[in-house]
């Protein structure tokens, strides 16, 4: 480490050596030390011959840098050399043997090379040959010369073998830890590139949800409004009328094409997601926008300012709410009277749309519910902060969607409690006299009902498919427009 830093300090980043680098350099300077010392003490304290010790020490010392390459294949040479190299000299009283202190040195280094950069049963094979070879070579060299006592060359085998085994020990530790961190690095690649993965997608169901927000309103305003001008201004020419024709043909073609792209953008499984959007006061606009476009609906307002005791995020998902539910409207019950009953009063704010059945009702099977994303957006943005939403099928034939959102981070259920108990309820509410103005009502039981294709409007939140709300959301379809023309053409 220091010396990785000395060199980051005084070397340009060009010439800096890796560590890899730095270890051939330490370990082909090591191996020409220990070849010119145990060489000199296997000749000179030993007398061996010179040529043989020569070759033999060579190959024990370039052990070193072939374990560096090929550990198995250099644990072999060094423990053939260890049992041939004490053979070559007579013992010698008060000189180790067989282990001679350089060639020690040699082996333990070689033991820790493989122990790093090998299976650990190689460096630990290695260890246990050193051992045995010494051993045997200790025995042999007693038969040769008897005179000589075994007490030292046992002292000296019990040395090298408790610091190579140590040594070893603390290779495979190292080695350990290497493999382990390793793995940790690449898990965390791994999650890196996993959380990118999940941002993409989550961004790209907001930009989903958004652009189903927010532009096929729109798209359904101006189909509806191009659609109609032709009845609500009868004294406009031809021409005028053709051009409105296209607009609204261009409309429609628009919204096909939107729903092919949401398909793309929109994963299910992605988080929920806000983005600062309207204010829940602009509610008002948005249902002025539509009456504009000869849409008959009512709002009926209570509770203090809309905004007054509203968190962003829930004014955010009370404004989509309100719209989406008046989208859904608009599309899939033409000539339909939708009445919007808001309360901001209390711990929660109170939404309710219903419509009535209306003419050229269109169904929506329960197929089209999975392809499309309304009614699951509208579930998501009232789960996003803490509230509510449940749809259902109305007595009259009608579609009813409420929510209940809480005006402060507290416990959905107290608020929804706060809500039962002010007489506004939070089960779905149906009316057949006043096409549901009224707050009173009772449940819906949407399993009953032949109508609902299936749907399910228990309090989890299921998907419906319905005369009023359909989970695209996404525009008017042509047939409904052509019928809404139809029906007031008639009139």
Sequence with gaps: MLLSKLFDRFLPPDRRFNPEALAWVAVIFTAIVMLAVESSIAVGVHEAPVALAFIVTVIHAGSMPLSMLRPLFGAILSVIACGVLPLLGPYLSGAPWPWMVPMMITQILIILIVGLRAHWGVALAALLASIAISAAAAVFGHIQYPESGSDSSIVNIVVFSCIAGGFY?????????????????????????????????????????????????????????????????????????????????????????????????????????????????????????????????????????????????????????????????????????????????????????????????????????????????????????????????????????????????????????????????????????KTGSDKTGSHTNAGADSRNAGADTSDTGADTSDTGADSTGTGIDEASVQSQGDERSNA
Aim: hydrophobic fraction near 35%; proline fraction near 2%.
């Design 169 to 433: 020990v603390a290779a495979v530790i190292v080695q350990q830890w290497h493999l382990i961190r390793s793995q940790l690095l690449q898990e965390q690649e791994n999650t890196a590139e996993e959380h990118s993965k999940r941002v993409v997608v989550e961004e790209k169901t907001r930009i989903a949800r958004e652009l189903h927000d927010i532009v096929a309103h729109s798209m359904s305003i101006i189909n509806i409004q191009a659609s109609s001008a032709p009845f609500r201004h009868p004294s406009i020419d031809s021409d005028v009328v053709k051009e409105f024709e296209d607009i609204s043909v261009s409309a429609r073609h628009a919204l096909t094409e939107m729903r092919g792209l949401l398909g793309v953008l929109r994963n299910d499984d992605a988080g929920q997601q806000l983005a600062p959007q309207p204010k829940f006061s602009e509610v008002e606009g948005l249902v002025n926008k539509a009456q504009q476009a000869g849409v008959n609906v009512t709002m009926e307002r209570s509770g203090g300012p809309l905004d007054r005791s509203l968190r962003d995020s829930t004014g955010l998902a009370g404004y989509r709410i309100v719209q989406e539910a008046l989208s859904n409207a608009i599309r899939h019950a033409t000539d339909s009277h939708i009445h919007i009953m808001i309360d901001s009063g209390g711990t929660a704010l109170w939404i309710n749309v219903v419509n009535t059945a209306g003419n050229g009702t269109s169904e929506v099977t329960k197929n089209e519910l999975h392809r499309h994303q309304g009614l699951i957006g509208m579930r998501e943005r009232a789960a996003s902060v803490g509230g509510e939403l449940r749809t259902g099928w109305n007595r009259d034939g009608g579609f009813e969607v409420e929510a209940v959102l809480p005006l402060a981070v507290a416990d959905s259920r107290k608020d929804n409690s706060a809500k039962n108990d002010s007489g506004k309820g939070t089960s779905l509410k149906t009316d057949s006299d």
